[in-house]
T-cell receptor, first 113, second 114 residues
Framework: NAGVTQTPKFQVLKTGQSMTLQCAQD?????MSWYRQDPGMGLRLIHY???????DQGEVPNGYNVSRSTTEDFPLRLLSAAPSQTSVYFC????????????FGPGTRLLVL | AQTVTQSQPEMSVQEAETVTLSCTYD???????LFWYKQPPSRQMILVIR??????QNATENRFSVNFQKAAKSFSLKISDSQLGDTAMYFC???????????FGTGTRLKVLA
């Protein structure tokens, strides 16, 4: 199993550009989530999904969209990138939501100029 | 609101020594779960240990163990016989039954010195 994969590993954007961060898992996990990691702030939840077709907002959802058309994929879209979205983004998955261990992807480092 | 607090931004320990990282949390829930994750320089998040709140016995994983004090809402991580490979950022995390959200602390950066 590849586990949780994320692409790209690093991306530079200009303010106002849009892009999609890809996340895929091959463990048949129902729960998937996106976090951003900023210095001194830990990991903050952006959006999450409890199954195909079901998504919800986390702590910091503004400026991001998600969709979940399949169990495997959970892309994160930046509609109009801003310098405040410069961060490291992690995708995670787990079998269920109730206290299970989350498995993380390797992260995507995003720089918005 | 649920919160997780890690009050030690940075720590260091000599190789082969023991170190304890602190974590406190605030919740009114009775059925919850606590985690310690390790993030080495590679950036990959790796589970170190998981504790279910209803279990009184402290979880252990080889050189890693926790001191779970439910009444005090404390969940510290003890690393015994520290190794250079333990150098990493350590995050404490919390979730509870009925939610799909995990809450992370701000992390403790641990450096193991040779």
């Amino acid at each position: 199993n590849a586990g949780v994969t994320q692409t790209p590993k690093f991306q530079v954007l200009k303010t106002g550009q849009s892009m999609t961060l890809q996340c895929a898992q091959d463990m048949n996990h129902e729960y998937m989530s996106w976090y951003r990691q900023d210095p001194g702030m830990g990991l903050r939840l952006i959006h999450y999904s409890v199954g195909a077709g079901i998504t919800d907002q986390g702590e910091v959802p503004n400026g991001y969209n998600v969709s979940r058309s399949t169990t495997e994929d959970f892309p994160l879209r930046l509609l109009s990138a801003a310098p405040s979205q410069t961060s490291v983004y992690f995708c995670a998955s787990s079998p269920t939501s109730a206290g299970e261990t989350q498995y993380f992807g390797p992260g995507t480092r995003l720089l918005v100029l | 609101a649920q919160t997780v607090t890690q009050s030690q931004p940075e720590m260091s320990v000599q190789e082969a020594e023991t170190v304890t990282l602190s974590c406190t949390y605030d919740t009114s829930e009775s059925n919850y779960y606590l985690f310690w994750y390790k993030q080495p320089p590679s950036r990959q998040m790796i589970l170190v240990i998981r504790q279910e709140a209803y279990k009184q016995q402290n979880a252990t994983e080889n050189r890693f163990s926790v001191n779970f004090q439910k009444a005090a809402k404390s969940f510290s991580l003890k690393i015994s016989d520290s190794q250079l490979g333990d150098t990493a950022m350590y995050f404490c995390a919390f979730t509870f039954s009925g939610t799909y959200k995990y809450i992370f602390g701000t992390g403790t950066r641990l450096k193991v010195l040779a």
